[in-house]
């Protein structure tokens, strides 16, 4: 049942031919034979998941079903899910029981999407690797000596295992594309504002947006649907009424202008990668579409201006974990202060108090000017390239990575190297723009993604181009001898 | 740029984060890893780019004032470590 297409699920489902019970079970049987070696779930919910079937089930009955109705659904372990355990992945957040839902986990119940569990990630979404949970890292499915990326690195694994058919992430610098690519999904981040940040667990709050992670371009807009939408509980929630998501999968490609930055494809990109992403542009180009040269010339002030300005929105963000409220509490403490700062000292990992750190001293007396306001001016130039770019052209085509996934243990010793695993979905993430990861080849075993970039409010043209990209290609139908 | 024990110190305040003494040479060569990367900045001609500190222009929506929450109080402190009577309980601030 894990072979078949989201569209063949649901037209099952709805012929009855198949229950939502049956299919949830065998979802549940295959986390239970698999993931162990994965570990790509933090908590896996049998008892929700089958009530939730059952639910769904008696509405295929009586004719109130939607189209993902019945189908399970894995959210990433950063969504507050009521009554279920939401860790970030870390010892922070190791007791931490949500006590509500995020709005798009209460959308995804509202389409009736039982669900298996919460996936694992690193550590409150800080890294490329997913391995800085506190749980341990998750194995790339295609080469256990592989990450599957990061930070939604379980999500990646599970949709590229079988383990889950639909997979919800979050991506506040590459967290959805990357993974995606490392693992040979699809995955689209959304124009910030279009999917609501309400029970998400915050870390940089004017970056962070959900979307969703699936096989094929066509499951991921239909479940970005189901997803997105206003929420008046997000400040920066945006109105979009009536947006359709899959309205535009079938336009042919003739006439379509692909810009492709030279920065894209300079010093530091695997030639074997390179040759992946040309390929994947050639297909395209076959298609009907235009190749426009454009530039992006502050491509490589992004990285920087990135890990000044999230770490300093994390480091407010996380100021709530003080051991009072909710979270990790140290023992005994001899006073205020004490709790505060061994709670704190206890209950993050390395990564994540470097980034705390890091983001108070940035906005610190005497720095703030130096470093806040200056990655400030960045993020604004790195969002002028892409204006500019796109006076020229309608989408923007490149690597999401320089180079396939990388071995566990590869980069843990050095972080900085590790952000640079980040420099070509960063700079979408500044700016605001959406971005699509869509499975491209495969170098030495290891999958590549092709990275498309559109304006703002464009989500529906870049799963136009993944969808017409993915009829004449088969990457994304491939799956791991192993997990077949 | 490079960082002593003092800043370490100084940031460990800053960030309400404990760092043992075993840990301050290991933090103060990674977090001036990345000053380092921070530095790759001052290069760039910034003159006359205004901030940006968010990517949508758009201005904060007003509600009704009207109540919209209900009281979960009991739910919601059911996660906290200590709490007595609707309160949280911390160490004594007070002598």
């Known amino acids: ?484 | 740029m490079s960082l002593g024990k003092t800043e370490v110190e100084y940031i460990s305040r800053l960030a309400a984060i404990a760092v043992q003494d075993g840990e301050v040479d290991e933090v103060a060569a990674k977090l001036s890893n990345i000053l380092d990367l921070f530095a790759q900045m001052e290069a760039a001609d910034t003159q006359g780019v205004e901030p940006m500190a968010h990517p949508l222009d758009q201005v904060q929506r007003l509600r009704r004032d009207v109540i919209s929450e209900t009281d979960q109080h009991e739910k919601l402190q059911s996660v906290a470590p200590a709490t007595s009577e609707g309160l949280y309980l911390v160490p004594q601030v007070i002598e």
């Open chain 1, 1 to 484: 049942m894990h072979n078949l297409t989201i569209k063949q699920m649901s037209e099952k489902l709805h012929a009855g031919e198949i229950t939502s019970v049956q299919l949830t079970q065998h979802y549940l049987d295959r986390i239970a034979k698999y993931d162990g070696e994965l570990n790509a779930y933090v908590t896996v919910t049998p008892e929700l998941a089958m009530e939730m079937a059952k639910q769904a089930d008696e509405r295929l009955q009586n004719g109130t079903a939607e189209l993902l109705t019945g189908i399970p659904v894995a959210h990433k372990d950063i969504f507050c899910t009521d009554g279920v355990k939401t860790s970030c992945s870390s010892k922070m957040l190791d007791n931490f029981i949500a006590p509500y839902d995020a709005h798009v986990v209460t959308q995804l119940k509202k389409v009736g999407m039982p669900i298996l569990g919460k996936t694992n990630m690193d550590e409150f979404a800080m890294g490329s690797s997913s391995e800085s949970s506190y749980y341990g890292p998750t194995r790339n499915p295609w080469d256990h000596q592989a990450v599957p990326g990061g930070s939604s690195g379980g999500a990646a694994a599970v949709i590229a295992a079988g383990l889950a058919p639909m997979a919800t992430g979050t991506d506040t610098g590459g967290s959805i594309r990357q993974p995606a690519a490392f693992c040979g999904i699809t995955g689209i981040k959304p124009t910030y504002g279009t999917v609501s940040r309400f029970g998400i667990v915050a870390y940089a709050s004017s970056f962070d947006q959900a979307g969703p992670m699936t096989r094929s371009a066509e499951e991921a807009a239909w479940l970005l649907n189901a997803m997105a939408g206003f929420d008046e509980r997000d400040s920066t929630s945006l109105q979009r009424d009536g947006a359709d998501y899959a309205a535009e999968l079938n336009q042919p490609l003739n006439g379509l202008k692909v810009g492709v930055p030279a920065e894209y494809f300079g010093e530091g990109l695997d030639p074997q990668v390179e040759k992946v992403v040309r390929d994947a542009i050639a297909e395209i180009q076959k298609q009907g579409a235009e190749i426009v040269e454009v530039s992006l010339p502050n491509k490589d002030l992004a990285v920087p201006s990135y890990y000044v300005l999230a770490p300093a929105e994390a480091s407010s963000n996380l100021s709530r974990f003080d051991g009072v409220r909710f979270g990790h509490r140290c023992e005994k403490p001899k006073d205020l202060q004490d709790l505060y700062t061994r709670s704190r000292a206890e209950g993050f990992g390395a990564e994540v108090k470097r980034r705390i750190m890091v983001g108070a001293y940035a906005l610190s007396a005497g720095f703030y000017d130096a470093y806040y306001l200056k990655a400030q001016k960045l993020r604004r130039m790195v969002r002028d390239d892409f204006t500019r770019a796109f006076e020229q052209c309608d989408v923007i085509m490149g690597p999401v990575a320089p180079t396939p996934a990388f071995n566990i243990g590869e980069k843990t010793d050095d972080p900085t190297s590790m952000y640079l695993a980040d420099l070509y979905t960063i700079p979408v993430n500044l700016a605001g723009l959406p971005g699509l990861s869509v499975p491209a080849g495969f170098v030495n075993n290891r999958p590549v993604g092709l990275h498309i970039v559109g304006p703002y409010f464009s989500e529906a043209k870049l799963l136009n181009i993944a969808h017409q990209y993915q009829q004449a290609t088969d990457w994304h139908k491939q799956m791991p001898a192993q997990y077949q």
